[in-house]
């Protein structure tokens, strides 16, 4: 299995910041999917993933993250990435699923942008 860590290190009511480090790949996506919805299910449908030190990304991991933005839809809450790699977001663009999942230059501009009127918005 490929070095792969997933660390929520924000978590403030509805909302959780989530570190991913490594390949995101048939190995390892499991594993994300699974972590990112315990992450809902323990409360935080608002779920920003930070992306800046994922190294690969293939299909799987892609259809991993529809599959955490469509349960954090699910729960009534959004996802965001942060940090998206080059790669990453063009496939995003391409797909046209960056219009679905926004994505941010850091973890600190997608926290900055979660303000509490989205919450509200989604009531």
Same mark, same amino acid.
Do not use: N, W
């Given at each position: 299995?490929?070095? !792969?860590? !997933?660390?929520? =290190?924000?978590?403030?009511?509805?909302?959780?910041?989530?570190? /991913? /480090?490594? +390949?995101?790949?048939?190995?390892?996506?499991?594993?994300?999917?699974? =972590?990112?919805?315990? @992450?809902?299910?323990?409360?935080?449908?608002?779920?920003?993933?930070? &992306?800046?030190?994922?190294? !690969?990304? +293939?299909?799987?991991? !892609?259809?991993?993250?529809?599959?955490?933005?469509?349960?954090?839809?699910?729960?009534?809450?959004?996802?965001? &990435?942060?940090? /998206?790699?080059?790669?990453?977001?063009?496939? @995003?663009?391409?797909?046209?699923?960056?219009?679905?999942?926004?994505?941010?230059?850091?973890?600190?501009?997608?926290?900055?942008?979660?303000?509490?009127?989205?919450?509200?918005?989604?009531?």
């Amino acid at each position: 299995m490929t070095d !792969f860590r !997933f660390t929520a =290190q924000h978590t403030d009511g509805d909302l959780a910041l989530a570190h /991913v /480090v490594g +390949d995101l790949d048939i190995t390892t996506a499991p594993h994300l999917r699974a =972590q990112a919805l315990a @992450l809902i299910d323990q409360g935080h449908r608002h779920l920003i993933l930070d &992306l800046g030190a994922v190294t !690969f990304c +293939d299909s799987t991991g !892609f259809s991993a993250l529809v599959g955490i933005y469509r349960c954090a839809k699910t729960a009534d809450g959004t996802l965001a &990435l942060a940090a /998206v790699p080059d790669r990453l977001e063009r496939l @995003l663009d391409l797909t046209g699923l960056s219009a679905l999942l926004p994505a941010h230059p850091t973890a600190a501009h997608a926290l900055v942008a979660h303000t509490p009127s989205q919450d509200t918005a989604t009531a």
